[in-house]
């Protein structure tokens, strides 16, 4: 009888089988038993490319050239782990070898991974797949005791190859046009569109537009003092026949729109008596629900700070290294019906600091059939986070935080529903009534797994007030107020946006319903996010997501050109709705990339037919006047453009968009800087200023910069640790973490770090930790300046006080990391 071949998708989960099925021996690369041969990818070995007739190396950027439709796509090894897929392809024709089992991740890419190897190797032997859900032993060998054949799996295979060719095919195509548009008029303006990430750019960009064209609103509110026997409480006004007006999003029954009414009711009700209504009636609240990926991400970005990618990363390592979490790329929130026999051995073994909850929660059978925590039809693939029962050891800080989430949530699921007392007073002075609400906890339910207790006496209660009794209108305040734009996304709520296709809900039950229509997938968010950061489309400010002028110019590109498609979140949602069609077999492959096609050929043909160079759109009229003859100069799709003489300015420089604010500094002052993000013509970074040279055109200088001044607050700002060389406090400092003797004339430090170092943003979280340990987490978004590949690596604090990097070892390294990201404009495409 032959050996199967089981592929995973990492060594790390490899080493886990072997040591969960047990009798294997270690080769150099691989294990061996008696029944089995076990190897791994190293995530993507392969990548789609266009077969070479169909392709151009010269040109590929010209119209010419556009649309890429190719009959069929090829695959090409990803050369950095070139060796690692000519092992596995050894492997599987050994003669000894009769079947493959497919042990990558269980989802979309797993399956990808693994279906690549075969097609590219020409594997023509029979396959088995196995379905991980948690990474303990016990989990391992039930899997394996359970394979599934290749045909149920073959919807998941048919989604998995649907997605990677359409993105290839509007992103290559999306990409080449709208950079061939850009470049029409000379120069090479790399502009990078995809699939997912371009609608989900589109909706911040038109939250920021919204900000923008916002104009508050003033109006007033009037809240009464009222003495009672028992002492005093306020009461706001409100209109007790409002009906919200239709389009007014800001009406409510307790603001008044005109300063003369406020005034009118404080004359009316100072100093007169009132009559009180009271009801008391009960309430509850549920536990929120188990977390799925997305939900995780959220919670970590609100409470923590933590990026989405930095929580998918940590919670990765949870399931894959401490074995201490459930699978993290899931987008379910229940668990499987006969599941429960299981959560009961979890909650017993769980560490010791929540076994005062685990304990009770047994001990009250608390556990047991309930459709909002096990339901099969809230399952797909994989079902929500939850402990493994492992207790792990040296976790980080991160780690622990995530650890402590997930385990948290799955304590206060079981537990019931927190119970309220909810107070509401009406106190009438007249014909004008006052609202005062009072919310007691009686009993706390879940709460009690967050430290709430039930509320002690007086806390959360209204002054009695006895029945019949009168009450005196003490004093009225009248509250100056002012209406307020919609928040910017941050990272916690473009996910939920983009988990709702762009409507934003906040309601559970209603994102749960729409899901299925998601931008992206659990586990693609975060790296869409990421994406574009790193593609400057959007920048952080603090925890907040805004768009740069090149992501507005993109979108106003696309919408000039009329192409609706890359813009409109609702309709890649339906995208990702009928890939969970194909999976399930409902909806046929050639069906779907027959539509993809057409659409990619749609893109390319707007853009091809445009005649001008420029597009319409809403664009500013600038307050600086033209530096040459003082004429009105108007913003244009590309230009900064005079109406009276036809000067003109390009917007981009050195791959570098100036937005507006920046061109009127520039027109006003002469100069502008330095400034960050321009690029050389090696792709290199670089800051300089911007000077208006004899021809009123901008050139640039490279200045040397005064010494610092010491800021007005330097004191108040949190010391994240010592200085590695004179042992002051270091602080944030603009785009920097710098020792505080390093500033102003009379500096004695020059210790000096980046908030982003090669591309990879440094957490005030890590630069403590590399302050105090010595020694950051392992950060896996460095960018090679010299080859523009991705890096990963530990910032390390050397002897000499500057910072460092340390590489994992070489073995190691394959446990964590992908392949190497391919060339940027490359990467851009596909994304």
């Given at each position: 009888m032959g050996k199967k071949?089981?592929?995973?998708?990492?060594?790390?989960?490899?080493?886990?089988?072997?040591?969960?099925?047990?009798?294997?021996?270690?080769?150099?690369?691989?294990?061996?038993?008696?029944?089995?041969?076990?190897?791994?990818?190293?995530?993507?070995?392969?990548?789609?490319?266009?077969?070479?007739?169909?392709?151009?190396?010269?040109?590929?950027?010209?119209?010419?050239?556009?649309?890429?439709?190719?009959?069929?796509?090829?695959?090409?090894?990803?050369?950095?782990?070139?060796?690692?897929?000519?092992?596995?392809?050894?492997?599987?024709?050994?003669?000894?070898?009769?079947?493959?089992?497919?042990?990558?991740?269980?989802?979309?890419?797993?399956?990808?991974?693994?279906?690549?190897?075969?097609?590219?190797?020409?594997?023509?032997?029979?396959?088995?797949?196995?379905?991980?859900?948690?990474?303990?032993?016990?989990?391992?060998?039930?899997?394996?005791?359970?394979?599934?054949?290749?045909?149920?799996?073959?919807?998941?295979?048919?989604?998995?190859?649907?997605?990677?060719?359409?993105?290839?095919?509007?992103?290559?195509?999306?990409?080449?046009?709208?950079?061939?548009?850009?470049?029409?008029?000379?120069?090479?303006?790399?502009?990078?569109?995809?699939?997912?990430?371009?609608?989900?750019?589109?909706?911040?960009?038109?939250?920021?537009?919204?900000?923008?064209?916002?104009?508050?609103?003033?109006?007033?509110?009037?809240?009464?003092?009222?003495?009672?026997?028992?002492?005093?409480?306020?009461?706001?006004?409100?209109?007790?026949?409002?009906?919200?007006?239709?389009?007014?999003?800001?009406?409510?029954?307790?603001?008044?729109?005109?300063?003369?009414?406020?005034?009118?009711?404080?004359?009316?009700?100072?100093?007169?008596?009132?009559?009180?209504?009271?009801?008391?009636?009960?309430?509850?609240?549920?536990?929120?629900?188990?977390?799925?990926?997305?939900?995780?991400?959220?919670?970590?970005?609100?409470?923590?700070?933590?990026?989405?990618?930095?929580?998918?990363?940590?919670?990765?390592?949870?399931?894959?290294?401490?074995?201490?979490?459930?699978?993290?790329?899931?987008?379910?929130?229940?668990?499987?019906?006969?599941?429960?026999?299981?959560?009961?051995?979890?909650?017993?073994?769980?560490?010791?600091?929540?076994?005062?909850?685990?304990?009770?929660?047994?001990?009250?059978?608390?556990?047991?059939?309930?459709?909002?925590?096990?339901?099969?039809?809230?399952?797909?693939?994989?079902?929500?986070?939850?402990?493994?029962?492992?207790?792990?050891?040296?976790?980080?800080?991160?780690?622990?935080?995530?650890?402590?989430?997930?385990?948290?949530?799955?304590?206060?699921?079981?537990?019931?529903?927190?119970?309220?007392?909810?107070?509401?007073?009406?106190?009438?002075?007249?014909?004008?009534?006052?609202?005062?609400?009072?919310?007691?906890?009686?009993?706390?339910?879940?709460?009690?797994?967050?430290?709430?207790?039930?509320?002690?006496?007086?806390?959360?209660?209204?002054?009695?007030?006895?029945?019949?009794?009168?009450?005196?209108t003490e004093a009225v305040e009248i509250k100056d107020l002012h209406t307020k734009p919609p928040a910017r996304y941050t990272e916690a709520t473009l996910l939920s946006a983009m988990e709702g296709a762009g409507k934003l809900v906040e309601d559970e039950e209603l994102r749960a319903a729409m899901a299925e229509r998601g931008l992206g997938t659990p586990a693609t968010r975060a790296q869409i996010i990421e994406g574009l950061l790193e593609e400057k489309y959007l920048v952080r400010e603090g925890r907040e997501l805004v768009p740069t002028a090149k992501a507005f110019s993109l979108i106003t590109l696309l919408k000039g050109l009329g192409i609706d498609a890359l813009t409109s979140p609702e309709l890649t949602g339906e995208w990702e709705h009928k890939l969970a069609l194909m999976e399930k077999r409902r909806l046929a492959r050639e069906e779907f990339m027959a539509s993809i096609a057409r659409m990619a050929q749609d893109i390319v043909e707007r853009a091809k037919r445009h005649e001008s160079d420029t597009v319409p759109g809403d664009f500013a009229t600038l307050q600086a006047p033209c530096p040459k003859c003082g004429g009105t100069v108007r913003e244009t799709y590309k230009t900064f453009q005079c109406d009276q003489c036809g000067w003109s300015m390009w917007k981009i420089i050195a791959g570098r968009q100036i937005d507006v604010p920046e061109a009127e500094a520039l027109l006003t002052q002469g100069r502008i800087g330095p400034l960050e993000g321009f690029r050389s013509r090696l792709g290199r970074p670089f800051a300089a200023e911007l000077v208006l040279d004899e021809a009123k055109q901008p050139t640039f200088a490279f200045a040397v910069e005064p010494p610092e001044e010491v800021p007005a607050d330097l004191a108040e700002r949190e010391s994240l640790g010592p200085c590695p060389k004179c042992g002051a406090p270091v602080v944030e400092h603009g785009t920097s973490y710098v020792c505080t003797k390093s500033l102003g004339p009379d500096k004695t430090c020059d210790f000096r770090s980046g908030r982003t170092i090669l591309q990879q943003p440094i957490e005030p979280e890590q630069m403590k930790k590399l302050l105090s340990e010595g020694k950051t987490d392992l950060l896996t978004g460095f960018v090679s300046a010299r080859t523009r590949r991705k890096f990963s690596a530990y910032l390390v604090r050397q002897p000499d006080g500057k910072i460092g990097f340390e590489f994992e070892p070489?073995?190691?390294?394959?446990?964590?990391?992908?392949?190497?990201?391919?060339?940027?404009?490359?990467a851009a495409e596909t994304s």
């Open positions: 071949l089981i592929i995973a998708e990492k060594p790390s989960v490899a080493q886990d089988i072997a040591r969960a099925l047990g009798g294997f021996h270690k080769e150099k690369d691989y294990w061996e038993s008696e029944q089995y041969v076990l190897s791994s990818a190293v995530g993507h070995l392969l990548e789609l490319k266009a077969p070479d007739e169909c392709e151009v190396k010269r040109g590929k950027w010209s119209f010419a050239n556009l649309p890429v439709i190719p009959p069929r796509f090829e695959l090409q090894p990803i050369a950095k782990s070139e060796d690692r897929l000519k092992l596995l392809l050894r492997l599987a024709k050994r003669k000894d070898v009769d079947g493959l089992i497919n042990a990558c991740d269980a989802g979309r890419e797993g399956e990808l991974i693994f279906n690549y190897i075969v097609q590219y190797g020409k594997i023509d032997k029979p396959v088995q797949r196995l379905w991980l859900q948690s990474m303990t032993p016990q989990a391992i060998r039930e899997a394996f005791a359970h394979l599934r054949s290749a045909e149920e799996m073959e919807g998941l295979r048919q989604a998995a190859v649907s997605r990677a060719e359409s993105d290839w095919l509007i992103g290559i195509n999306g990409t080449r046009a709208m950079t061939a548009f850009n470049s029409k008029s000379g120069g090479f303006h790399l502009t990078t569109v995809g699939r997912v990430q371009t609608p989900t750019l589109a909706m911040v960009v038109e939250r920021e537009r919204q900000i923008r064209a916002f104009r508050p609103r003033p109006y007033w509110e009037v809240e009464a003092t009222f003495r009672a026997a028992a002492g005093t409480y306020t009461g706001r006004w409100f209109d007790e026949k409002f009906k919200k007006p239709e389009g007014d999003e800001h009406a409510s029954p307790y603001r008044l729109w005109e300063r003369e009414r406020a005034e009118a009711i404080r004359d009316r009700v100072l100093d007169q008596p009132g009559v009180v209504e009271e009801t008391a009636k009960p309430s509850t609240q549920i536990a929120p629900p188990l977390f799925d990926l997305t939900s995780l991400q959220r919670e970590a970005n609100a409470r923590f700070g933590f990026s989405a990618r930095n929580t998918l990363a940590i919670a990765q390592a949870l399931y894959e290294r401490h074995k201490a979490l459930t699978y993290p790329r899931t987008d379910a929130r229940a668990l499987p019906e006969d599941m429960i026999g299981t959560v009961r051995e979890v909650l017993a073994q769980l560490p010791s600091e929540y076994q005062p909850f685990a304990g009770k929660i047994l001990a009250q059978g608390w556990v047991k059939p309930n459709k909002r925590i096990f339901d099969n039809a809230k399952v797909s693939d994989h079902f929500a986070i939850v402990p493994t029962g492992v207790v792990p050891k040296g976790l980080s800080e991160p780690e622990q935080k995530i650890f402590d989430l997930v385990t948290r949530r799955f304590l206060a699921v079981f537990y019931p529903p927190a119970e309220y007392r909810v107070t509401t007073r009406i106190t009438r002075v007249g014909e004008d009534a006052f609202k005062t609400e009072g919310k007691v906890l009686v009993a706390p339910g879940w709460l009690e797994v967050y430290g709430k207790r039930a509320a002690g006496e007086g806390e959360g209660e209204l002054v009695p007030v006895a029945p019949g009794e009168t009450v005196h070489r073995e190691a390294s394959e446990k964590k990391g992908r392949s190497a990201t391919r060339k940027k404009a490359k």
